[in-house]
């Protein structure tokens, strides 16, 4: 069983930037793959960006790609998402997710916190 918590939501300007923080409880956590998902407005929630269990291999979405990044530490039971050159369209409430493996499927996903809400004005 993991339980994760998100933090570090807020309310940022568009160019500006931000960095989420899920922390997770429990042994195990180096022995989950990590995902961040996002759902905004009336929208499904969509995949953001998705780690390893070591951290070495990371994968994100396209329209993420080369403005987030994704890291873990093990040792601090806890994955970062870094949000740079933010966009009124980033705005949505941000998931973290732990599983087996590190996809861009809600499925592949068994734990997920309550969400952290970012808004970015224009």
């Known amino acids: 069983q993991v339980q994760l918590v998100e933090s570090g939501g807020g309310l940022v300007q568009a160019g500006g930037s931000l960095r989420l923080s899920c922390a997770a409880s429990?042994?195990?956590?180096?022995?989950?793959?990590m995902g961040w998902f996002r759902q905004a407005p009336g929208k499904e929630r969509e995949f953001v960006a998705a780690?390893?269990?070591?951290?070495?291999?990371?994968s994100y979405a396209d329209s993420m790609r080369g403005r987030f990044t994704i890291s873990r530490d093990n040792a601090k039971n806890a994955v970062y998402l870094r949000m740079s050159s933010l966009k009124p369209e980033d705005t949505a409430i941000y998931y973290c997710?732990?599983?087996?493996?590190?996809?861009?499927?809600?499925?592949?996903?068994?734990?997920w916190g309550q969400g952290t809400q970012v808004t970015v004005s224009s």
């Open positions: 997710a732990a599983g087996t493996t590190a996809t861009s499927h809600e499925r592949s996903y068994d734990y």
């Open positions: 429990g042994r195990t956590f180096g022995t989950y793959a």
């Open positions: 780690i390893s269990y070591s951290g070495g291999a990371t």
